[in-house]
């Protein structure tokens, strides 16, 4: 039942609500300040009916980007701090690059050093060949220059790890109230627009605090809080682009070879890291050597038991349809429009059997059951965690954000007076005064 006032109100019950949920019961707590029992979760649908249900669940560091690089190691800490809860497997990660990005990936490898985030970097075609056959010996992708080796991250299971944050924010007094929908706010008064009460399905909650992490329902919540469809950004001194669209949605592309998840080891029998290959070598199909692209690309992948084979991904596209009409739900794989597309398999397969002779021949074992989702994704796709209205914290992670479990200890702190500086470069007015953050060669929109 809904209770008709609630001290903390979240809505969202993925990664972002849940993690600031855990932690600001904890922070409570700790602060002798309240307990769980303040704080309420709510969310229109069940544990995971969002993104973070269907993530794929890597967890890296390798960003371009310094604010997301150490924005992310503080993550992993979190991460690390209860594997077993959180489904996590620190199996590390690795970026494996065409020459192209060999500068972007070295400068990542460089900074890595200077935040003691653990990594290896392999520099030369020959030296990264034999680094990878050292570790495959069915390794045989073109064009490779650099490996860039995180020791740390790896994946997690999204759905497992959903529900172990729950478990934790439960055990502390925390109220996770799911089928209640988020319908509008009510605003104070007079000078201050703080909002006062939250419209739910279920009836009015007033509260003192509300925070937002709505994943790809962002787009709803931000119109219902009356904040900017459109922004300006500046771009140089005095030179500004106006009317530029808040919010986009772009298409995640995922699937699963349907084999034996144990036949992609290492060949000394270990769980391999999570792989990413971005490659400018001609990609041909498996099916009859005809061109996919000679352009470049991009897939990721890992053994993974919870999808019963090996799972991964390549580069999203942007959604052409205009951010005001696309249908967000039904959401992920239960989208009519909004699902992995029919060239996906063929590309990623291909791309695959590239990388590994193991995975040759092997494109009939795809799982043709629907996979992927939507994101929404801000003007230069990176995160926007910014307080607004005065009293509610939004947590718009521009789909970078599984794998950012640490956002919502860090906003915990925040509400109660503890700014951040892993946050301060993820704040809304970056747009209007130009700071924006260092684009890489990455075919990705997130890297
Ligand atoms: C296919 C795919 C693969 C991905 N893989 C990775 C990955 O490997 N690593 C990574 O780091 N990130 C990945 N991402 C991105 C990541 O999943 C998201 O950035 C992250 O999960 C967003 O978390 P969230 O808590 O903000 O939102 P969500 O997990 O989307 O949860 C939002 C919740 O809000 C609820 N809600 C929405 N509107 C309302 C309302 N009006 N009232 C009440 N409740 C509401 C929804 O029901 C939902 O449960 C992937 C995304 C996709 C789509």
């Not at 990878?132 to 759905?159: C, P, R």
């Not at 934790?168 to 089928?179: C, H, M, R």
Request: charged fraction near 20%.
């Amino acid at each position: 039942m809904l209770p008709g006032q609630s001290k903390y109100v979240i809505i969202g019950a993925g990664i972002h609500g849940l993690s600031t949920a855990y932690h600001l019961a904890m922070e409570l707590q700790a602060r002798k300040l309240g307990d769980g029992s303040d704080v309420i979760v709510i969310d229109k649908g069940k544990l995971g009916s969002g993104a973070s249900g269907i993530a794929c669940g890597v967890i890296r560091n390798n960003y371009y980007q310094p604010a997301m690089r150490e924005l992310m190691a503080h993550s992993v800490e979190v991460w690390d701090s209860d594997p077993e809860t959180y489904a996590y497997n620190p199996v590390g990660y690795m970026q494996v690059s065409h020459e192209g990005m060999h500068e972007d990936v070295n400068s990542i490898y460089e900074q890595q050093k200077n935040i003691n985030y653990a990594s290896e970097f392999i520099e030369g075609a020959k030296a990264s060949d034999a680094f990878m056959k050292a570790m495959f010996d069915d390794w045989q992708a073109k064009n490779i220059t650099s490996v860039l080796h995180e020791k740390k991250g790896g994946y997690a299971h999204n759905q497992l790890s959903l529900e172990g944050l729950a478990k934790k924010a439960s055990a502390l007094g925390v109220t996770i109230l799911t089928d209640t929908k988020v319908l509008g706010f009510q605003y104070q008064n007079g000078t201050s627009s703080a909002i006062q009460a939250i419209e739910t399905s279920l009836g009015k909650i007033k509260c003192d605090y509300v925070v937002v992490g709505v994943g790809p329902w962002i787009r709803d919540i931000w119109q219902m809080l009356d904040l900017p469809e459109k922004i300006s950004i500046k771009i140089a001194d005095n030179e500004y682009h106006h009317d530029v669209n808040m919010w986009a949605f772009w298409q995640l592309q995922e699937g699963v070879l349907s084999i034996d998840p144990t036949l992609f080891r290492q060949n000394n029998g270990q769980l391999p890291p999570v792989i990413h290959v971005d490659s400018d070598a001609p990609l041909d199909s498996v099916i009859d050597g005809q061109s996919i692209t000679n352009e470049n690309w991009g897939i990721y992948y890992k053994p993974d038991i919870h999808f019963d084979g090996i799972q991964g991904g390549a580069m999203p596209y942007a959604v052409e349809t205009p951010t005001a009409d696309v249908a967000i739900d039904p959401y992920g794989p239960a989208s009519p429009e909004f699902i992995s597309s029919p060239g996906f398999a063929l590309m990623w397969c291909s791309a695959l059997a590239h990388c590994h002779k193991r995975f040759e021949g092997q494109l009939a074992a795809y799982d043709e059951t629907p996979s992927g989702g939507i994101g929404c994704f801000t003007p230069d796709c990176f995160p926007v965690i910014d307080v607004f209205r005065e009293n509610c914290h939004i947590i718009a992670d521009s789909n970078h954000g599984y794998k950012m479990i640490g956002v919502g200890k860090l906003i915990a702190q925040e509400i109660l007076g503890q700014k951040s500086e892993l946050l301060k470069p993820f704040q809304f007015d970056r747009y209007l005064k130009g700071n924006l953050h260092p684009i890489s060669n990455s075919p990705f929109p997130w890297s």
